[in-house]
C-alpha cells in the first residue's frame, strides 16, 4: 500500500471534526478505580461495520459476542468496560456481556444486536454487574461528542489518550486506540474504534478495513503475548454521502497507523519506539517474520534501550528464522538509519551509538530473497516494563 494521502489534518475546529450523527456517552462506574471506566459511541443511523478480532483461543464473551452481531455487516453502537476484561469466567462471563449490551442498547435506543462490546483489563474476574446494572442507566450523553473522552476512558495502563482525526471530501474519519502491554496481535490487536459519517458499502467496508489493520495494527508487538480481547471496529453511517473508497482507504491508513506508532511508543515502560523495515524479501510474509524476530528479540529491545552498538543481534534475530533456508548471510544488509552495519567490516559505532540514543530507531534490513517488503513497529524493554507487570493486579 503506498503512502497515505487521502486525508487531511489541518487544524479546524474540534466540531467540525467530528463525524455526523454520532452520541458518546462517558462515564465512570466504579470497576476498579476512581477513572472513567465506560464509554458508549452510539450512531443515530443505521451503519455498515466491520470488525477483526484475535485469534487467542481464550478469547473473551465481549469478543465471541461481537463476532456474532457484526457477521452481517451492520452495527450501530461500540460499548467498552475497561479495567475489567471478563475473560475465563465461563457462562457468567457470557450472559454478563450479553447483560452490558442490553443496557447499552437500552441507554442510545437500538437493539442489543446492533451492539459491539469491548472489555479490557485484568483477566479471571467477573464484571461488578451489581454497579453497572445501577450506574449504566443513569449515564448521559455528552453535549458534543467526545471522542477524546472516549479514547481516555478506553484506557488501562496506557500513559494517555490516543486518537487521530481526519477529513475524507465531505466525510469525518476518527479513530481511537487502547494497548501498552499483552501486544502481540494475531489479527488486530489491543482495543481500536474507528466513526465516520462516509456511505461505504459493508463489503467494500470490510475488506479495506481488513487490509488497512493487517498492515498497521497486526504489525505490532510490545511483549509478543497475544491479548485475549482485541477488538477493530469500524462503522459507517453514510451522513456525509459516498467519497472515494481508494481516498477513503489512504486516510484510514494513515490514521491507523498514526495510532499503531502511539499504541508501540507507550509500551509499558518504553522510552523508544522501535521502527523495523525489512525489504528485498521473498514475500509479505517472509519480511514481516523476519521484521517481527527484531522487534521481538529480548536482546535487540535491551539493546536499543541502552543505546548499545550491539548490532550483531539484529543479525542473531534474522538467523533465528530457520526455516528460511533461502535467507543467505552473505547477501543480508542490515542498517540502522541510513547506516550500514554489516556488512560493512568496520561500522563506526560512534555513530552508531547516536542512532540508537534517539527516541525513534530505525531497523532496516535487506534480505536478497526477492521484492516484498514489510515494516513494524515496537519498543524497547526496560526495568519498568518489569515493574508495572510484577505489580498489575495490586
Not at 464484571?127 to 478506553?154: K, S
Not at 511483549?223 to 459507517?236: E, K, M, P, Y
Request: some cysteine.
Amino acid at each position: 500500500m503506498k503512502r497515505p494521502t487521502g486525508g487531511s489534518n489541518r487544524r479546524i475546529p474540534v466540531s467540525e471534526l467530528n463525524p455526523v450523527g454520532f452520541r458518546t456517552f462517558v462515564a465512570n462506574l466504579g470497576v476498579k478505580d476512581a477513572s472513567r471506566d465506560f464509554s458508549v459511541v452510539a450512531s443515530e443511523h443505521p451503519c455498515t461495520a466491520a470488525a477483526v478480532f484475535t485469534r487467542s483461543r481464550f478469547a473473551g464473551p465481549s469478543v465471541l459476542l461481537s463476532r456474532e452481531h457484526v457477521a452481517g455487516g451492520a452495527a450501530r453502537t461500540v460499548v467498552t468496560v475497561s479495567k475489567n476484561a471478563n475473560v475465563a469466567n465461563g457462562e457468567r462471563g457470557r450472559r454478563d456481556a450479553e447483560e452490558v449490551a442490553r443496557l447499552a442498547a437500552d441507554l442510545v435506543g437500538c437493539a442489543p444486536q446492533e451492539v459491539l462490546i469491548g472489555s479490557t483489563g485484568v483477566i479471571g474476574r467477573p464484571y461488578p454487574m451489581e454497579l453497572i446494572r445501577t450506574r449504566v442507566p443513569g449515564v448521559v450523553a455528552t453535549e458534543e461528542p467526545d471522542f477524546p473522552a472516549v479514547a481516555e476512558a478506553i484506557m488501562t495502563t496506557d500513559t494517555h489518550a490516543k486518537l487521530v482525526r481526519t477529513r475524507i471530501g465531505p466525510a469525518v474519519l476518527v479513530g481511537i486506540a487502547k494497548g501498552v502491554g499483552m501486544m502481540e496481535p494475531d489479527m488486530a490487536t489491543l482495543l481500536t474504534y474507528y466513526f465516520t459519517d462516509a456511505r461505504i458499502p459493508a463489503a467494500e467496508l470490510d475488506a479495506l478495513f481488513r487490509r488497512v489493520m493487517d498492515r498497521t495494527f497486526n504489525c505490532v508487538s510490545v511483549d509478543t503475548d497475544t491479548s485475549t480481547s482485541d477488538t477493530a471496529v469500524i462503522l459507517a453511517n453514510g451522513q456525509a454521502g459516498e467519497v472515494d473508497l481508494g481516498a477513503f482507504e489512504e486516510a484510514l491508513y494513515s490514521v491507523a497507523e498514526d495510532l499503531t506508532r502511539q499504541v508501540a511508543r507507550d509500551g509499558e515502560g518504553a522510552t523508544k519506539l522501535i521502527e523495523v523495515v525489512v525489504d528485498e524479501a521473498r514475500d509479505e510474509a517472509q519480511a514481516r517474520r523476519v521484521a517481527k524476530a527484531i522487534v521481538n528479540s529480548p536482546l535487540v529491545k535491551t539493546a536499543v534501550h541502552g543505546s548499545d552498538p550491539n548490532w550483531g543481534r539484529v543479525a542473531m534475530a534474522v538467523g533465528k528464522c530457520k526455516d528460511d533456508t533461502d535467507i543467505d548471510p552473505d547477501r543480508v544488509v542490515i542498517r540502522f538509519g541510513d547506516l550500514e552495519v554489516y556488512p560493512e567490516a568496520a561500522p563506526d559505532l560512534e555513530r552508531l551509538t547516536g542512532i540508537m540514543a534517539a527516541d525513534e530507531v530505525l531497523i532496516h534490513v535487506s534480505l536478497a530473497t526477492g521484492t516484498a517488503r514489510a515494516k513494524v513497529w515496537g519498543c524497547d524493554l526496560s526495568d519498568g516494563y518489569v515493574r508495572i507487570n510484577a505489580d498489575y493486579t495490586t
